[in-house]
């Protein structure tokens, strides 16, 4: 499917076929098509929580506004992130870059993040959800249809999951063969509200 | 281009030609589309500061490190995101539903978010992330380059495009033609690391 017919149909769908069981090998693909979406510094601090125990599904649609897709989609995945990605052995990150760059990058993304809780906490939300975007698009090009979700309770799913304390959870994307298609499309808002020439008024 | 195709091929550029124009169609185009990206009930609070003045492109490069792109990219898109979106006229976000959906979730959408501040300010990362990986998906589709910027000074660059008190920056995006590839692409983390199957250990 062209990319930008992907964008142009991909819909937030909230009904799946719970019969439906994903192909291993679409699974896989889904997920490493995900992991070529880009994060700062390329540290990756994205984190792919995929629930596949029915029972546990049924304990996080119970803290979901009992939303019938958390357990009838075929994939659940909850999309965390560490918050300290950027002290867990960075060097990693840049091993595949000349020493030089690897010696100005390693340090500089130290520099840039510690000590500063929101910028983490910002990082964690915008990997998550350019992740996320990846995974939505690369399951429309996969014939599958999809939906984000923040409608539930983050405190309890992330007791359900023993989320660590040092990662935090963004939303939740499900994965499968939709059986209802979404509503029409909800208006957009005008350009002359959604872009800003320059600057603000 | 395939949608699995684009994500493959996509890479956060660094070098653009300064001197290439892109037609106003392919902008309106990759404006279009970045607002197909979803957003938490419809609210689009997304907002693309698109900047075209040579000199203010200079005093953002000024305080973003001196990244040559962020002068010499096509368009420069500085994305932030309105935290307020929910109190503003937010039955407009969904007056293409039926009258008894817009009942439930037009009040649902402000108790979610009131008095939440860092939901709020989780939502305007989300979403811009979300708006921002369209673009740069329909960006290589369109047949052009990208690259998404975290590295600045956003309090300077807020007054630079004078941000509203209620607005907060999330990052920049940059399309253009890129003129050096990106460097082979940095290893990616294992699956044992990334994805987590049911819950944390």
Chains 1, 2 share one sequence.
Not at 15 to 26: A, C, I, V
Not at 134 to 139: K, R
């Amino acid at each position: 499917m062209n990319v930008l017919e992907a964008i142009e149909s991909r819909r937030s769908v909230k009904n799946f076929d719970p019969t439906h069981q994903m192909p291993e090998t679409d699974v896989a693909r889904l997920i490493e098509l995900t992991k070529l979406a880009p994060s700062s510094f390329n540290m990756q601090n994205y984190r792919l929580v995929l629930v596949k125990d029915p029972a546990l599904r049924k304990q996080v649609r119970a803290v979901a506004w009992d939303q019938a897709q958390i357990t009838d989609a075929s994939l659940l995945f909850i999309l965390c992130a560490d918050l300290n990605a950027h002290r867990k052995n960075p060097g990693r990150y840049w091993a595949h870059a000349p020493q030089p760059v690897q010696d100005i990058l390693v340090p500089a993304m130290g520099a840039f993040y510690e000590g500063h809780p929101q910028l983490m906490r910002d990082e964690a939300m915008r990997s998550t959800a350019l992740a996320g975007m990846t995974l939505m698009l690369a399951a429309q090009g996969l014939g599958y249809q999809s939906g984000p979700i923040v409608g539930f309770d983050p405190a309890a799913v992330a007791e359900l999951i023993r989320l660590p304390e040092d990662h935090v959870i963004s939303f939740i994307v499900v994965v499968g063969r939709g059986t209802v298609p979404a509503w029409p499309r909800g208006e957009r808002l005008s350009d002359a509200e959604v872009v800003i020439e320059d600057r603000f008024a």
